[in-house]
């Protein structure tokens, strides 16, 4: 190799960099928009004690977990088809894990720490929820359900 051939390999090496990188950004965006994947995200929110359903539009949902040996509370939520949920939990004992089946949700639940993630449910049926984090003798009874309903009727704690 002279000296004169590199620029030229320099070029092709800065080329081949610029590729992979647009790649990786190609990447990261399919995963955003169109597979709609976030990075769960801690909430500035204060520990609450309540777990509720909150209703912000008809297909638009907030809700408040709680976690804790051995169920989640609510252990039976229904929504209507196309909802949107913004789901928050925290833990009153020990380190629980939060994954809905079906979806991209897979959570850390932790105690004095609120969880966040964001799911849109399209497809009617019972979505299982699973803890997968062990937390004592009965961790594998700690599971809950997500219904979605053909209906258009809100969310209601059954
Ligand atoms: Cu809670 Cu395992």
């Known amino acids: 190799m002279t000296t004169n051939n590199i620029p030229s390999l320099e070029k ?24 709609g994947i976030r990075v769960p995200t801690c909430a500035t929110l204060k520990p609450y004690t309540k777990a509720e359903i909150i209703t912000l539009a008809p297909d638009r949902y907030e809700i408040h977990l709680l976690a804790r040996m051995w169920e989640f509370e609510p252990s039976h939520i229904q929504v209507p088809k196309g ?38 449910f399209d497809k009617p049926g019972k979505y299982n929820i699973i803890c997968h984090e062990y937390c004592g003798i009965n961790h594998a009874q700690m599971h809950a359900v997500i219904e979605v309903t053909e209906s258009t009727a809100t969310a209601r704690l059954p």
């Open 12 to 35: 092709k090496i800065f080329l081949a960099a610029l590729v992979f990188i647009m790649v990786q950004l190609g990447f990261i965006a399919y995963s955003v928009y169109k597979l």
């Open 83 to 120: 909802s949107v949920v913004d789901f928050f939990i925290t833990s009153e004992d020990v380190t629980h894990g939060f994954y809905i089946d079906g979806t991209n949700i897979n959570l850390m639940v932790v105690p004095n720490v609120v969880n966040y993630a964001q799911a849109r």
